[in-house]
Nanobody, 123 residues
Framework: VQLVESGGGLVQPGGSLRLFCAASGLNLNNYDMGWFRQAPGKERVFVAAIRRSGDSTYYADSVKGRFTIPRDNANNTVCLQMNSLKYDDTAVYYC?????????????????WGQGTQVTVSS
């Protein structure tokens, strides 16, 4: 079982970036999916989540209105579309497969994690 993130890189403030999370040995259709990030010297924090059905999403206040989390069940992938990027969005971004969806928090538990992809917002 493996989750692999891609799409990270260097982007200017105000720019956009799309991250991808692909799975092998795991059918993402069976999982709620989430994205987390960890900035240098800080703890990993929640960013966004989408229910396995695709009909519910949940976002951290810091990214609400700027990020979306589309999923493509046919291709077994989940994305994180990041717009209007800010310096504070610089971090390593991780995708995770979870379950036990809550309307207040998204997935209550995560079972599988990717290795992360670096996003740097800099001019």
């Amino acid at each position: 079982v493996q989750l692999v993130e891609s799409g990270g890189g260097l982007v200017q403030p105000g720019g956009s970036l799309r991250l991808f999370c692909a799975a092998s040995g795991l059918n993402l259709n069976n999982y709620d999916m989430g994205w987390f990030r960890q900035a240098p010297g800080k703890e990993r924090v929640f960013v966004a989540a989408i229910r396995r059905s695709g009909d519910s999403t949940y976002y951290a206040d810091s990214v609400k209105g700027r990020f979306t989390i589309p999923r493509d069940n046919a291709n077994n992938t989940v994305c994180l579309q990041m717009n209007s990027l800010k310096y504070d969005d610089t971090a390593v971004y991780y995708c995770a497969a979870g379950f036990a969806w809550s309307a207040e928090t998204g997935p209550r538990q995560y079972r599988y994690w990717g290795q992360g992809t670096q996003v740097t917002v800099s001019s």
